[in-house]
């Protein structure tokens, strides 16, 4: 045995040393997680070539969604008791993260440690980037998850470039509608029973319903057309602007965007008209107060008469303010008067997609099934107002329990026109694009026809800048 | 010849040995910063020559983003001189709050660390708290503001929903949460001596002109530090404006640092976003240097002056 004594200074030293080692050892890549974006090649992959892992037993499943608030999760509590959830999700265990922010979701991905699956998400930019599992094989071999059993449209929004990259479920069904307070409307003097079916008849209501005090401050207004649905576009549910005048807006094979037109010209005039009479400030002061990010929160303090919302508005409205729910109804999305008679609608929806780098796709793919079982949809509609897209619930469903929400059901018989979202890579940006330059046009900086030609060209320029235009 | 007959002094070994200890010892400080800032900043000067999603690999594209910021960008044509309004303005204004504030609770007045408190105060509230305040302050329908306004039988005012109107709110909301300079000019006005104060009443010079002629210069230094710094974060600002406007209305609001964060993680366009970042670096080191160059002229350094 040596006298190998350590002196003071190089213990330090080899403290040290190992201090550094470790810390740099804990700032090296773990092993097995992928440490830079998924190849731009994966992006095109045709389903089946992606690579799954092998499905592991004992994992956590992290569900983050954009949803907030407590209706997701006691509707999520509920699911997640039931028998159909324990089995599917077996000796693993499951998390929810709800009210994630995009910004949150895009950086959990793009560092490598994204959750297993998401919903409400920017589905596009995940499916366009190839962060996304193609789930086409899992479908093709499910009982549950079948084409047939969901509206074609919900369906389509899970494709991209030919593969299927997520499950439709949570919330799926119509998008389209006017509702309208038939209280409100009956004291203006105006017949609930016979609501407007054009722009101009509605803006006659708009007219009966607005009411200021004698200083002029906004105390009610008819209807904000850049209100709720109006509000701007998503990939989950479509542009009311486009589905009410009638074109699409984007070729999704040519890649080319139809925004320089009459009708987009049409529609921010007549949408102008609506926010002149209010006042354009007013109007944004009543909104900053009443409808910011809580779409309803102004028709259900009543200081707005109509509203254009999609088939959860009745249920939502009957769960937060079940006094004004009472007496709302639903009738067709507007339409300009040379498209009478048109009774458009849209269907669209949410869905769940799984994340390269999950460490239990199978395993996730499952509580995607139970999503769409009867004890989940069920949930949602009960604590949220929320349906399905699968068209065999909408048959157990009882539409007289919230008002208004027979109106959808009946229009997915009677609609001669139907929308849905479109794929084009850039829609939000078309959508702030879309909502500053209707800015533009309310405060009279800009000509509608103007705004129309500028959203086409920054459109344009945005696909190209992007790297989709090549 | 003589300098080839320099020789070149080799470290000895105990020396070598002092200089790796003192390298292992800095070593986790040194990693950190290798891995939390170098690199970082080193990546973003990269990405923002390409164009770059964060979920797929980066494309070289020289200098597009840059120019294309210049010459196609309409919303950076407007978040220039919005930014530059901004922090122009309200840089100076939080800097002057606060200085006079300080001045005034200098003075012997009563309940003085009370006051000291609830001028403090604002500075330790999370800005998202103050968002919130305020927003429900500045409220149109239902804040205390406006209601007053309302039960007076006048409008209410749009503060954050009026393009004229929804800069200087934002301007005003930042000053009141300037004790942070506050308690940096008390430290400063504590240390000016007595004694010149005396000595200039003695000469019979006002209030006024004892202040202009010694408060103001003797605090100069910690005003040149505020307001680099003020000029730093204001560049920078996002919060506040992110939450009670959102950039809006009609754009009034939409200030570098959310233009910054709508193409990052908005669009995923990191490549340009990286672009706008590093033009903002520039544009505070220009104005940092402008501030220091030109500090000559109003900075009092008691050391160097004497």
């Known amino acids: 045995m040596g006298n190998k004594r350590v002196c003071r200074r190089e213990f330090l030293v080899q403290a040290s040393t190992l201090g550094a080692a470790g810390v740099l050892a804990a700032c090296a890549p773990k092993t097995g997680k992928p440490t830079v974006a998924p190849s731009e090649k994966a992006t095109t992959a045709p389903a089946g070539e992606v690579p799954v892992p092998a499905p592991a037993e004992g994992t956590l499943i ?10 997701i999760r006691k509707a999520m509590d509920e699911i997640a008791a039931s028998e159909e959830w324990k089995e599917a999700l077996g000796n693993n265990t499951f998390e929810l993260k709800d009210a994630v922010e995009g910004a949150a979701m895009l950086a959990a991905v793009a560092s490598g440690d994204p959750p297993d699956a998401g919903s409400n998400i920017q589905y596009l930019d995940f499916m366009a980037r190839g962060a996304l599992i193609a789930i086409d094989d899992m479908v093709a071999a499910s009982s549950i998850i079948k084409k047939e059993n969901f509206i074609e449209g919900n369906w389509a929004l899970a494709f991209y470039k030919g593969a299927m990259y997520g499950v439709p479920a949570i919330e799926g069904f119509l998008r389209f509608a006017l509702n309208y307070n038939a209280k409100l409307v009956e004291e203006a003097g105006l017949d609930p029973d016979n609501p407007p079916v054009t722009w101009d008849e509605v803006y006659a209501w708009h007219e009966k319903l607005t009411k200021k005090d004698s200083a002029g401050n906004v105390l009610r207004i008819g209807l904000n057309p850049y209100g709720a649905m109006g509000e701007g576009f998503w990939y989950s549910d479509g542009w009311m602007v486009p589905t009410s005048w009638g074109w699409q807006w984007f070729d999704e094979d040519k890649k080319t965007f139809d925004l320089n037109n009459d009708k987009m010209i049409d529609a921010f005039a007549t949408q102008k008209k609506f926010i002149d009479l209010v006042g354009v400030d007013n109007l944004a002061s009543l909104y900053s107060v009443e409808g910011r990010d809580t779409w309803g929160g102004a028709y259900n303090a009543e200081v707005e008469a109509m509203i254009i919302e999609g088939y959860w508005h009745p249920g939502e409205t009957a769960n937060e303010a079940p006094e004004v729910a009472k007496h709302n109804r639903a009738t067709w999305l507007p339409v300009p008067e040379s498209r009478r008679g048109v009774k458009p609608q849209g269907a669209a929806g949410h869905l769940v997609v799984i994340f390269k780098g999950s460490k239990n796709p199978q395993g996730t793919f499952k509580l995607c099934e139970v999503l769409n079982m009867k004890v989940a949809c069920d949930a949602f509609f009960k604590h949220l107002g929320w349906l399905p897209s699968i068209k065999s619930y909408y048959d157990e469903v009882d539409a007289s329990v919230y008002p208004g929400l027979d109106f959808y059901f009946r229009s997915a018989h009677e609609a001669t026109e139907f929308y849905w979202p479109l794929r084009c890579e850039i829609t939000e940006f078309a959508s702030n694009e879309y909502l500053n330059l209707k800015d533009k046009v309310n405060r009279n900086e800009m000509s509608p026809a103007e705004a129309a030609a500028e959203l086409q060209r920054r459109c344009e320029e945005e696909y190209k800048a992007a790297g989709f235009a090549e | 010849m003589a300098a080839l007959l320099v020789k070149r002094r080799w470290l000895s070994v ?8 003192g390298l292992v010892f800095v070593s986790p400080w040194l990693v950190g910063f290798l891995i939390w800032t170098l690199y970082p900043l080193a990546s973003s000067l990269y990405y923002s020559f390409t164009r770059y999603d964060l979920l797929r690999p980066p494309v070289f594209i020289g200098l597009r983003n840059y120019v294309d910021l210049f010459t196609s960008d309409p919303h950076f044509r407007v978040v220039i001189p919005n930014t530059l309004y901004y922090v122009g303005l309200g840089t100076p204004l939080a800097v002057a ?11 012997p007045v009563i309940a003085r660390p009370t006051f000291r408190a609830i001028f403090y105060f604002p500075s330790i509230v999370p800005a998202t708290v103050i968002a919130m305040i305020w927003g429900y302050l500045l409220n149109p329908q239902y804040g205390a503001i406006n209601a007053v306004l309302k039960a007076l039988g006048l409008r209410a005012i749009p503060f954050l929903t009026s393009p004229a109107l929804a800069k200087p709110t934002l301007i005003a909301i930042g000053m009141w949460g300037s004790g942070y300079y506050m308690v940096l000019f008390l430290a400063t006005l504590q240390n000016v001596p007595r004694e010149l104060y005396e000595a200039a009443t003695v000469d019979g010079a006002t209030a006024l002109r004892r202040f202009w002629h010694i408060t103001i210069p003797l605090c100069s230094p910690v005003i040149l530090f505020t307001l680099v710094t003020g000029f730093i974060y204001g560049f920078q600002d996002f919060t506040l404006p992110w939450l009670l406007t959102g950039g809006g209305p009609s754009e009034s609001t939409e200030f570098y640092a959310l233009h910054l964060f709508r193409n990052a993680f908005r669009y995923l366009r990191m490549g340009k976003a990286s672009a ?17 160059k030109s500090s000559s002229r109003f900075v009092y350094y008691a050391d160097t002056n004497e």
């Open chain 1, 62 to 71: 992290r569900l983050w969604t954009g949803w907030g608030g407590t209706g």
């Open chain 2, 276 to 292: 706008m970042a590093w033009i903002l670096f520039i544009i505070v080191v220009g104005f940092t240097v402008v501030l220091f």
């Open chain 2, 14 to 21: 105990s020396e070598r040995r002092r200089l790796l200890t």
């Open chain 2, 97 to 107: 709050t606060a200085f006079l504030l300080a001045s005034l609770l200098n003075t």
